[in-house]
């Protein structure tokens, strides 16, 4: 072979692999080299009615810091992933690449989110706060908890499948969809309730619910948390002797609205079921969902003797107890003369 043809050739070969290098690099660099400029996780949503191809690219670019979001657009058509979106919440983390995103996202391999409903009342609310942290739909979850045939299934009705959501905070996939989420619940409920928190309430002749229900008048009467077992032992005492609560909270409740600040002689002749100046022993269901605090303290309430209680009046939220009814009532008469002095009717 002449010396031109073999200077030619190792030419050639030559321009080949600075070719195939510069390929290689620009490959790595599109695939492999860190696509985030920001320096913290960003999240990005796709919704199940609405994968949106270009709202999840102006997102990355606008939200979660992307550099080029032309060559992240590119890469995603010539891997088919715009008509393959999975939905879901999605973390981009600091330094994330092209590759690893993308495989993310065809993967469908979202972050859980915290899902937290604390101080809820009303069905209305608790489903409302739990949509506002979730892909599903309010009416999803409102029409399977006013479903009586479906409460009965999980072994609740439509007015105590309240009690079956524990106040906490609980890592659940943003896509859930509501008889999924449904089936956690009643797992976590079924966790909390444990055998020494069943043991206690069939010691008091009360079932989970129950306790439940009354852990809901508890935490309204009150929130100063060591008044809690002590105001639990209270309605124990009247429950136990077969005397009505009398619990305002109910009659709040009953009446619909919690914002009352003086119980009125028509607010005590609402007849509701809810009204426990009317009905003796517990009302239908809870007037809130109450906290984990709050059931703990009707598990383990304060023995005493008390069976009355009345705001103090010095207005700091506590309360002054009675054993009888005479000291309840110097207890009241106080507590209307300073309802009075500040005009509060």
Known sequence: MKRSTKRLLFTGFIVVFVIAAACGALI??????PAVSSSETKYVYIDEDNRDFGRLCEALRDSAGYKNIKVFETLARLWKYPENMKSGHYAIEPGMNNRALLNMLRRGQQTPVRLTFNSVRLISDLTER?????????????MLLSDEDYCESIGFNTVTVKTMFIPNTYEVYWNISADKLMERMKREYEAFWTDDRRSKA??????PVEVSILASIVEEETAVPDELPVIAGLYINR???GIPLQADPTVKYAV???SLRRILNTHLAVDSPYNTYLYEG?????????SVRSIDAVLDYT?????YMCAKEDFSGRHNFAVTLSEHTRNAQRYHA?????GIR
């Open 256 to 258: 619909g609205d919690f």
């Open 130 to 142: 739990i949509s506002e942290q979730l892909m599903l739909d309010n009416d999803d979850l409102l």
């Open 28 to 33: 790595y660099h599109v695939l492999y080299m």
């Open 338 to 342: 300073a309802l009075n002095s500040r």
């Open 239 to 241: 429950l136990i002797k």
């Open 202 to 207: 069939a010691d008091m002749r009360l079932s």
């Open 282 to 290: 517990l009302p239908p269901g809870p007037i809130r969902i109450p």
């Open 303 to 307: 023995h005493h003797n008390y069976l």
